[in-house]
């Protein structure tokens, strides 16, 4: 499995699964959510909506999977991060968690390639280099799998660009 990081704009990225940070309703947002939504169309919205309606809210730690719309994608894979708050060991495992169902999702679908953003980085307040370092050892967990070959790290932002190139070098 190859890791990629890259400085861009996930909704760009030609993979077969893109992660979006999502908030628990699943009807879009602000930030990584946001631009999911728009620039994938009105397919993404009628998709979680379906699921919404099916299963309700998505809870920390859970994603779901949608047709990815317009994006150059397959499928998006919306995962809800914690809130940092006051932080704790639990919002660490919430993240993992993200990380975790999200590469099982896209593992059953068959996906050969999965990009991810940065997730609860932004408005959720999660340190950035402790949601880095949560995002790569649990991806790592998935290395001896033999369906997805490239994962790569989405970052909007040059800092988290940088914490992740410092972070995989230690690898």
């Known amino acids: 499995m190859n890791i990629k990081i890259i400085q861009g704009d996930i909704t760009t990225v030609s993979t077969e699964a893109i992660v979006n940070a999502a908030n628990s309703s699943l ?18 919205l009628e998709a ?7 299963q309700g809210k998505c809870a920390v ?10 994006l150059p994608a ?15 060991c639990e919002k ?5 968690q993200c990380y975790e169902n ?9 996906s050969n390639s999965i990009a ?5 980085t932004g408005i959720y307040k999660f340190p950035k280099e402790l949601a880095a ?23 909007y932002e040059s800092v988290d660009f940088e914490i992740y190139n410092q972070l995989i070098k230690t690898l």
């Open 27 to 44: 009807l879009g947002g602000s930030g990584v959510d946001g631009a999911i939504h728009r620039k994938g169309g009105t397919a993404i």
């Open 48 to 54: 979680c909506k379906k699921i919404k309606a099916a």
């Open 61 to 70: 730690g859970q994603a779901v999977i949608t047709t990815a719309g317009k």
């Open 74 to 88: 397959q499928y998006v894979i919306h995962t809800v991060g914690p809130v940092w708050n006051d932080g704790g």
């Open 92 to 96: 660490v495992q919430l993240l993992s």
């Open 102 to 110: 999200a590469m099982k999702l896209a593992i059953n679908q068959h």
């Open 116 to 120: 991810f953003p940065c997730i609860s």
């Open 133 to 155: 370092s949560t995002a790569i050892q649990t991806i790592l967990k998935f290395k001896d799998q033999k369906i997805i070959r490239e994962v790569t790290f989405v970052c």
